[in-house]
């Protein structure tokens, strides 16, 4: 059963670490997305890549949040140093040129 | 721009009735999918329906609907003979561009719905 993996599932940590959080996408999609997902905002896309390359990183504060796609099998989303306004839910999601995207489980982070 | 338009934040309805989850998006694109997930209480997002711009067809999964009407830039989701597991939140999602290429997913803001026995 082809699923979007994301580790950690759960992460609490002090403000000033540094987070990372991990996303296998599903064999053979090329696009992966990164969200928060906050009671205030919603659903925010943070970034997304095609092909390993990133498109588009506009939704994501780029002195501390940073995300990467070593290979096709990772894609990873960085936070340094987190403050407690990082606090979400981070999902991952992949697909292709069309169609939907399938989301992993998300990781909930807390910052304290 | 794209924007998705949820204007239900909250439902009930009883077991077994049927469900329409309202959704209007705006965008200038011609080609764009619209897709709709539920969001159980347990986090997970779950992908359960797909409508492109070009499919003449309402598209449909097993209870799900999608009541697409273009020209009003709706893309209502119905849900027959609804379930107690049916409670969730439920989102209306687009994506814009040729073959979907280069935009983004944009997401509506939610509608929370209860199944009530």
């Known amino acids: 059963d082809a699923r979007v993996t994301q580790t950690p599932r759960h992460k609490v940590t002090e403000m000033g670490q540094e987070v990372t959080m991990r996303c296998q996408p599903i064999?053979?999609?090329?696009?992966v997305f990164w969200y928060r997902q906050t009671m205030m905002q919603g659903l925010e896309l943070l970034a997304y890549?095609?092909?390993?390359?990133?498109?588009?990183d506009s939704g994501m504060p780029k002195d501390r949040f940073s995300a990467e796609m070593p290979d096709a099998t990772l894609a990873t989303l960085k936070i340094q140093p987190s403050e407690p306004r990082d606090s979400a839910v981070y999902f991952c999601?992949?697909?292709?040129?069309?169609?939907?995207?399938?989301f992993g489980q998300g990781t909930r982070l807390t910052v304290v | 721009a794209q924007k998705i338009t949820q204007t239900q934040p909250g439902m009930f309805v009883q077991e077994k009735e049927a469900v329409t989850l309202d959704c209007t998006y705006d965008?200038?694109?011609?080609?764009?999918?619209l897709f709709w997930y539920k969001q159980p209480s347990s986090g997970e997002m779950i992908f359960l329906i797909y409508?492109?711009?070009?499919?003449?067809q309402n598209a449909t999964e097993g209870r799900y609907s999608l009541n697409f009407q273009k020209a009003r830039k709706s893309a209502n989701l119905v849900i027959s003979a609804s379930q107690l597991g049916d409670s969730a939140m439920y989102f209306c999602?687009?994506?814009?561009?040729?073959?979907?290429?280069?935009?983004?997913?944009?997401f509506g803001t939610g509608t929370r719905l209860t199944i009530i026995p």
């Open positions: 409508q492109g711009s070009y499919d003449e």
């Open positions: 064999l053979g999609h090329n696009t």
């Open positions: 999602a687009m994506r814009t561009g040729p073959n979907f290429g280069n935009e983004k997913l944009t």
């Open positions: 999601a992949s697909g292709l040129n069309k169609g939907g995207a399938f």
């Open positions: 890549f095609r092909n390993r390359a990133p498109l588009d």
């Open positions: 965008t200038s694109d011609q080609s764009y999918g």
